[in-house]
């Protein structure tokens, strides 16, 4: 059996299935292994995990006065949860395929800007603000014709250029997040413009660190945790760059129950915007493929940061993330109730839980049927959504081809 339980209450000989937390906030390679050496113990209780799941069918079981939650449990509270967030979404400008071949080009010439961008600040030159604000620009323009385009390119990146791609992934996230958040439009940019800075600190990790296949050591990890610290002094003294930004910068890695990085801030003392920051960082970070880990599907990352969400984020901000990018992601693979799969190829206007949907295999004569685009909006009563499925358990590849064609 599974069962969810704090941190506090693990015991040599006990089988740890999962640790409850993004994998860049723990300095463990692997996430399964059985509890036998006292030096794992004592990392996972420093650690700042709150919660782990542990398998008792392969080690050790808490004893009866442990308190413990089953996966019907979480099950239940992350539906209840994902439910609190559904309304409708407002009227999009442009087509999801009409803004693919837009974002395209968008994330194209980010990309080059970012690596420049980069690599001046490695050497030392002064950040080009002014240039980074009209990137913004370009990468806003295209989040408000159709948010999820650019969103759900900048996903698609190899581990090589993670880091610059990831900061435009979250330039535009935060983009639609501040939207989403009704802010002022001046604050929408400066949300987007804190995005793709927010990782600048990175310059100053070593590569082999920052792109090392195995476990870090505890030294390694807490190099990695000093990227908020470099990024914000390399920005401090800039004119261009606004207190807001700066905060974004060195608090994006703060929990609302203190146990982030680097000032351990907790609840009302992190800011809006470095709360937003947080999500949108952890989002692009775990659907991301890395040197170390593929990423999840973007419909299990949300449901994953739905369980972590009340020690981790702001909750406010988590749900109207949640309504920012879709219960079930652009590229999230679905199994409808009439027994077909299918991949989400675009959000519904009227409701979170009836995307358009690509069906294109039968989940129950395990075999490639027709490809067909249904609206779910339009199919109520006919058709729906009942599960999210991994496409590592069917065995599929290359699943963003059929939301992308």
């Not at 099950?75 to 803004?99: G, I, P, V, W």
């Not at 581990?159 to 802010?183: F, G, K, P, W």
């Not at 070593?206 to 030294?219: A, F, H, M, S, Y």
């Not at 040197?291 to 702001?314: L, T, V």
Request: with cysteine; proline share 4%.
């Amino acid at each position: 059996m599974l069962k969810r339980i704090a941190v506090k209450d693990v015991r040599m000989g006990m089988f740890i299935t999962e640790l409850c937390g993004s994998w860049m906030e723990h300095p463990f390679f692997k996430t399964k292994f059985l509890l036998e050496d006292k030096e794992d113990l004592n990392s996972l209780l420093k650690s700042g995990i709150k919660e782990v799941w542990i398998n008792t069918t392969k080690g050790l079981d808490t004893d009866e006065i442990v308190p413990g939650k089953t996966l019907s449990d979480i099950e239940r509270e992350t539906e209840q949860m994902l439910r609190e967030a559904m309304r409708a979404k407002r009227t999009e400008k442009t087509t999801m395929d009409e803004e693919v071949r837009l974002a395209q080009k968008v994330c194209s010439k980010s990309k080059a800007a970012v690596i420049s961008m980069f690599n001046d600040a490695r050497m030392g030159k002064a950040v080009e603000v002014a240039q980074a604000k009209e990137l913004v620009e370009e990468i806003s323009d295209s989040v408000l014709r159709q948010p999820h385009a650019l969103i759900s390119l900048a996903r698609l990146k190899n581990a090589d250029e993670y880091t610059y791609m990831h900061s435009v992934a979250v330039c535009a996230l935060m983009i639609a997040l501040a939207r989403q958040l009704n802010l002022d439009e001046d604050l929408v940019r400066e949300s987007g413009l804190a995005g793709l800075l927010h990782d600048l600190g990175k310059i100053g990790i070593p590569n082999k660190i920052l792109n090392k296949p195995g476990k870090l050591t505890d030294e390694e990890f807490n190099t990695i945790k000093s990227h908020p610290e470099i990024g914000a002094n390399i920005l401090m003294d800039n004119p261009l760059v606004s207190p807001m930004v700066l905060d974004v910068v060195l608090h994006h890695h703060e929990k609302v129950d203190g146990s982030g990085y680097p000032h351990r801030l907790t609840g009302d003392t992190i800011s809006l915007f470095a709360k937003m920051g947080a999500v949108c960082d952890v989002y692009d970070a775990i659907t991301s493929n890395r040197p170390y880990k593929k990423g999840w599907s973007p419909a299990e990352s949300i449901r994953k940061m739905a369980e972590w969400s009340k020690g981790h984020f702001d909750e406010a901000v988590f749900q109207a993330f949640v309504k920012t990018v879709g219960i079930y992601p652009t590229g999230s693979l679905v199994r409808l109730e009439s027994g077909r799969l299918g991949v989400v190829t675009e959000q519904s206007e009227t409701s979170l839980l009836t995307p358009k949907v690509k069906v294109f295999f039968s989940a129950k004569l395990k075999t490639p049927i027709l490809q067909e685009t249904l609206d779910l909006s339009m199919l109520i009563g006919k058709d729906k959504i009942i599960g999210r499925e991994s496409p590592e358990d069917w065995g599929f590849r290359n699943l963003d081809e059929l939301w992308m064609a």
